[in-house]
């Protein structure tokens, strides 16, 4: 069994950063890709950028250039390092991986329990 905690999370002007960490913890055999995700009031969740153990990165469109996910895997955590924050970048933020547990055949997915990020002036 794993379990992922999320921090960093806060209210932030336009303009601003933030960084969000999440670290998994528990009877872990391997943790594969992680990500971020959020959800906006009234909207879907929507994938933020996500990270596989190997390293590589892919973000959304909205993004781009703005956010950073990276990760240490020793620490069995991920970052998302948020800049030039916006209005619209307001959301829960949620940490997801891809996680295999020790005495388990298969990897399953975990979620953490989702930080509030406010971007407002």
């Known amino acids: 069994q794993g379990q992922l905690v999320e921090s960093g999370g806060g209210l932030v002007q336009p303009g601003g950063s933030l960084r969000l960490s999440c670290a998994a913890s528990?009877?872990?055999?391997?943790?594969?890709?992680m990500g971020w995700y959020r959800q906006a009031p009234g909207k879907q969740r929507e994938l933020v950028a996500a990270i596989t153990s190997g390293g590589s990165t892919n973000y959304a469109d909205s993004v781009k250039g703005r956010f950073t996910i990276s990760r240490d895997n020793a620490k069995n955590t991920v970052y998302l390092q948020m800049n030039s924050l916006k209005p619209e970048d307001t959301a829960v933020y949620y940490c997801?991986?891809?996680?295999?547990?020790?005495?388990?055949?298969?990897?399953?997915?975990?979620w953490g329990q989702g930080t509030q990020v406010t971007v407002s002036s």
């Open positions: 528990g009877s872990i055999f391997s943790i594969y890709a």
């Open positions: 997801n991986a891809d996680l295999q547990s020790y005495g388990s055949s298969w990897s399953y997915d975990y």
